[in-house]
Each structure stands twice: as C-alpha cells, then as structure tokens.
C-alpha cells in the first residue's frame, strides 16, 4: 500500500472542526472509502452540515446541501430541461445532486417519489434527465438525515429504499465536555475553515486501497452468522423496560439481506484501512456491525408494544455471536 | 493438504499452553480426587480416522460441575468434538470428558496429561492433579493392512503365550496367599480404602504459570510457523491471561494491564499473526516471536 496521504489525515483535519461525533466523521470516512452513503438519525444542531461542508472542503470537492419538504419535486433534486429561447432548443439544468458530498436534510419530509429520484440517483450514480443520462461527479457520497424527534408530516422509509445506505448511525448529543469546547471553538472566535489535506485522486486511490484490504476466512465466517443470526435469533434473549425476557426472534418480522453482508465486509475492511492495517480484524467488524444492521431489520409491532430499543436487540445479537 | 510432522515435545509443551485458562483469582474447588485417568478407545488410530480421547475424573464430593480441569492441547490432531458430562449420587461425582479427534500424520507421539487442580479436601492444601499421559501409534491405512497380515499370525502365539502366563500368575498368587494366611495372625478388619490421587505436585504461581506458558509457546512458534499455530498460540495467551473466547482485541486490551507494554504488543502482534495475508504471514510470525520474547523477557 504506498499512499503518500492517509485516510487517518483526512480524520484527523476532520477532528479539528468538529468537536465529538467520532461516529459520524467515521461513517463519512467509511462511505468514502467504501462508495456508500450515510443515513443519519437525531436531533437537529449536532453539526451534520457541518461535518459533511468540512469533508469536502478538505478533498476540494463539491458540496451541495439539499432540504426535503412536502412539496420537492424530484426535478428540484437531479435537474431539469429548460427550452433556451435564444438557441431554440431544451438546455439541461443539473440539480444539486451534482457534487462530492450532498447532504440530504430530513429526508423523510419528501414524498416517496422524491425519495425514490435520490435513492436511485444513490444506486445508479447517474441520473437521466430527458433523453440524456448524466454520470455523477465520483466520489459522490450521500448522508442523509431523519429527526427522531418530529414525525408528522413525514414519509417513513421503506426497508427496501433504507437497504441502500451503507450504515445509519444514531447521532446523540455531546457530552459536558465536547460542548465546552464546542462554546470555546465557536462562540469566541470565527471557526477556521478546514484546510485541503487531500484530493479526490487520493480517495479513488483509498477506495481501491481498500478493496484490496484482506479479510481472512474466519472474519467472512464471523460476517455471514451475524447477519444470519437476525434471520433466526430465537436463542437470543432480550430484557424489556418491564423487566420481561423476550426472545429477540419475537421482534423481528425478518433479518438482514445479503446486502447488509457485503456492506459489513466492505467496512470491515474501510475501517481496517483507517487504522493503517491492509488486514481486517475482528474489531472491525464488530464496531461496524450495530451501523450496518440496524436499518436492514424489520422489526415488528412488539419492540414498540415491550418497550425495547432496536440498538439493544441488535447489541444482543452480535454479543450472541463469538468473535473469531 | 499436507501437514509438517512436528515434534513430540511441542505436544508436551502446548500441554502447558493448555493449562492457561487458569484465570486469575479463581477459586480452587475443594474435592476428593480418586481416579484421574486419561484414556482413548484405541492406542492404534488410523490416518484420517476419527476416534476418542477420554478423560475420567472421579471425585468424593457431590458438586455440579468441574472446574479448572485443563486438557492438554491436541496440537497434532483435529479437534471434531467435546461432549462432556458430569454425573452425580451419593457416591460422588464421576465427570467424563470425550474428546473426538483425527490424526493426520502416521508415526508416533504422546498426548502430554490433563491437569487439574483443586484444593485436596483430605488436608484442606492447593495440588495439582495430573492424569497419565497417552502414548499413541498412529498407523496409515497402508501400515495397518500389512500389519493386518503379520498381525494375525502374531495375534494367535500372542494369546497363546498371554494365557500361559495368567496360568502361572494365578499359581503363584494363591500360594503366596496361602503362605501369608499361615504366617499372619487374625487381624481387625481394615478401614475403607482410600485411593491415592494419581500424582500431584504444588499449584504453580501465577508468574511461575505465565513464563512457563510463555516459553512454551515460543517453542510452538518456532516449531511450527503456520496460522494455526499462531491461532493456538493466540487463544493459549488470552487464556493465560483470563480472556475468555469469543471476545474481540479491543475488549482485551481494555482488561486492567492488558493495554500497555510488552503484553499489548504481543497481544497484537498474534492478531496480526492470526487475520493477515499470506504473503505477510511469516513476517507477522515473526514479530509475534519477537514479542513473545519481550514478553518473556519482562514476566522475568
């Protein structure tokens, strides 16, 4: 592996701007690597924007923010045809989903055709508008985002659209600590844009870096019974609020898709790169596996009913499962 | 595949290897040991065969399960199974361990004893128990086919001979009893008799464990510089250390004293050993060595 600019680099200018949120610099990194994209749930405030205008402020790339509303249009999103009356003719006008980075906001405000335009746009990298198909820029990584805490008026995701992210990460608050110094870096004085520290050259090159990366046989053994186990995870048991044990297989109407195995090895081994190994281990694969299920299980009615939390069926499953 | 042949002594040695899960500060269970015994149901496996290795363990007391009996490691054969099961009544608490293993390498070797330890409830003292240790002949199907020949020959003088010889034996004991009754006076009935363990020795130091498992498992990495070696190597010194199976690095490292010096560099060194590419395999085997030696080095 002879890249002279590090993944880690790009962290590490990453870290410098934001305060906390080590997941979400980690999952945008991963995407990065990984040519995925990113599905993010929390509060709004938590410096997602921001996050995602220093990613490619640092790669010199394009950033485009995009704001779902009931009343978004999927030709608001990949771009339309105007008629030039000068020329006599239709010019095609590309929409904001031509950049690096695009940040999706509140994704679940459009409605399910609007949705469908960018999770395609996601899955193709290219989208065709009229008689014309248009290549998206490369690398281009999507993080969209979900409020947790406002659902009306909102379109939820289908399982089968949501099967297209990469990895969704809960983003919760910072801690005491963070937020002190987010005041300090903030509020006292103009923030320091984030500085180039690589090109986008160096992330086709990591990307393929990457791919490269060795995951032995007992990690892909490892991979394929996580995700087999939240098919049948009738020996997994689960405490409810109420204090009742649950078997985690009476929560789930089904388990992962094969996607969500390929996803954990592809970020197995993004992560393994990260580190600076050309190895993955064990560890990679666990501190991908809760991002990498959690929005490719369908859970049924009883996790709301029992008062259980998703992320603690999902932690009970890969703890069920012996690392290699 | 083909499989190096490796010497006998690595099989003693991972015996102690094996020995490691010991864990710290756990508490030694108190018992009557009166049989221990290592056995299998052939002494002539074949090539390829599977067949058993038993391990017997009859205690005094009524307890539901035994702890702190460590197996040898079978670093010559192919685990398939472990079916253990522990049986109680006013009698004791017979526990039996079958143990299904293939060979697949003909020649000689010896499984190195099971070990087990305990406090001794006869005088309240830590030992360590020790089972017999099992000389095997393993036989390739060709061997066994030829020897299958000469065999039945040898078979029928041998039985022959065998009973001559119980004939003289049974002789001979009874005069010698008829002797001994004429010469002793009537006595008391004796007590119940109380069988001795098999062998035990002083429960090792921790430190004393840790470097004689860390020797050992740099003679295994010498001996033989394969990933499964480096695997065996790997889950004998989170053994020795109290990492139970299953848990990550990460999780290890973040045990008190774990995360820092030489132990965490040898601690990563064997993951790289055990999860890289082949091409770097030798390399990473290598510096796993060199760890264990650092290792080694430091416990001193």
């Keep these: 592996m002879t890249v002279e600019r590090q993944p880690g680099d790009l962290r590490a200018a990453l870290a410098k701007t934001i305060v906390g949120q080590d997941g979400v610099l980690e999952a945008l990194l991963l995407a990065l690597l990984c040519n995925g994209h990113v599905l993010l749930e929390g509060p709004p405030g938590l410096a997602k924007t921001l996050a995602c205008r220093s990613l490619a402020a640092a790669l010199e790339g394009d950033f485009k923010r995009i704001q779902f509303t009931p009343d978004l249009l999927p030709s608001d999103i990949v771009g339309t045809r105007i008629f030039d009356q000068r020329e006599s003719r239709f010019a095609t006008v590309l929409g904001p989903i031509f950049a690096n980075v695009v940040l999706a906001d509140e994704i679940n405000r459009a409605p399910a ?64 600590e963070e937020e002190l110094q987010i005041l300090d870096r903030f509020a006292m004085a103009d923030t320091q844009p984030v500085r180039c520290v690589a090109t986008l050259d160096d992330v086709r090159t990591w990307r393929a870096a990457a791919h490269a990366v060795h995951v032995d046989e007992k990690l892909k053994r490892y991979i394929v019974d996580l995700v087999a186990i939240t098919r049948a995870a009738q020996s997994v048991a689960v405490k409810s609020t109420a204090g009742a044990t649950l078997k985690a297989a009476e929560l789930i109407d089904y388990g992962a898709s094969p996607r969500a195995t390929l996803s954990l090895a592809f970020l197995a081994r993004g992560r393994a790169l990260l580190d600076g190994r050309d190895f993955a281990l064990p560890d990679d694969v666990r501190a991908v596996a809760a991002p990498a299920l959690r929005h490719r299980i369908g859970f049924n009615y009883r996790l709301a009913t029992e008062n259980v939390s998703a992320d603690v069926v999902i932690d009970a499953m890969i703890a069920a499962i012996p690392a290699p | 595949m ?31 040991v009166q049989t221990f015994v290592l056995s299998t149901d052939t002494m002539q496996p074949q090539v390829d065969v599977p067949f058993h290795v038993i391990v017997t363990l009859h205690v005094r007391e009524r307890v539901s399960q035994i702890t702190n009996l460590q197996l040898p490691m079978l670093a010559q054969l ?72 000469a065999g039945g020959l040898l078979r029928y003088v041998a039985r022959v001979f065998a009973a001559l010889i119980w004939l003289a ?7 010698l009893t008829i002797i001994l009754l004429r010469r002793r006076a009537p006595v008391a009935p004796a007590p119940a ?7 035990y020795q002083r429960v090792p130091s921790e430190a004393e464990l840790r470097r004689r498992q860390i020797d050992d498992a740099l003679l295994v990495l010498r001996a033989e510089r394969t990933r499964s070696a480096a695997v065996r190597v790997r889950a004998a010194v989170w053994r020795s250390i109290g990492a139970p199976e299953g848990e990550t690095l990460g999780d290890v490292l ?8 030489p132990l965490r560099d040898l601690l990563i060194a064997l993951e790289r050993s055990a999860f890289t590419y082949d091409e770097d395999l030798a390399a990473a085997i290598e510096d796993a060595g060199a760890a264990l030696e650092r290792y080694a080095e430091s416990l001193t």
């Excluded at chain 1, 899955?123 to 990584?141: C, K, M, N, Y």
């Excluded at chain 2, 034996?169 to 005069?175: Q, S």
């Design chain 1, 113 to 176: 055709k609007v949705q469908s335009a960018l999770l395609e746009a996601m899955q193709e990298r290219q989208v065709t508008i009229g008689p014309e198909s248009h290549a998206l820029p490369d690398p281009f990584v999507v993080m969209a985002t979900m409020n947790p805490l406002d659902s009306e008026g909102t379109y939820a995701l289908p399982i089968a659209q949501m099967d297209r992210f990469l990895m969704k990460i809960n983003v919760g608050y910072p801690t005491r």
């Design chain 2, 2 to 32: 083909a499989r190096k042949p490796t010497a006998p002594l690595i099989l003693v040695a991972l015996a102690y290897l094996a020995s490691a899960g010991t864990g710290r500060g756990q508490t030694l269970q108190r018992l009557t």
């Design chain 2, 78 to 149: 192919e685990l398939l199974g472990d079916e253990r099961q522990t049986l109680s009544d006013p009698r004791g608490t017979q526990y039996r361990e079958v143990v299904t293993v293939v060979v697949h390498d003909a020649g000689r070797f010896a499984i190195a004893p099971a070990t087990l330890q305990a406090i001794d409830a006869r005088d309240g003292k830590p030992k360590q128990w020790f089972t017999n240790d099992l000389p095997l002949s393993v036989h390739s199907s060709a061997t066994r086919i030829a020897n299958g020949v």
């Design chain 2, 169 to 175: 034996l049974l002789v001979g004991a009874a005069v």
């Design chain 2, 193 to 199: 008799a109380v069988l001795e363990p098999v062998s």
């Design chain 2, 254 to 261: 973040r045990r008190p004293g774990c995360g820092e010096g």
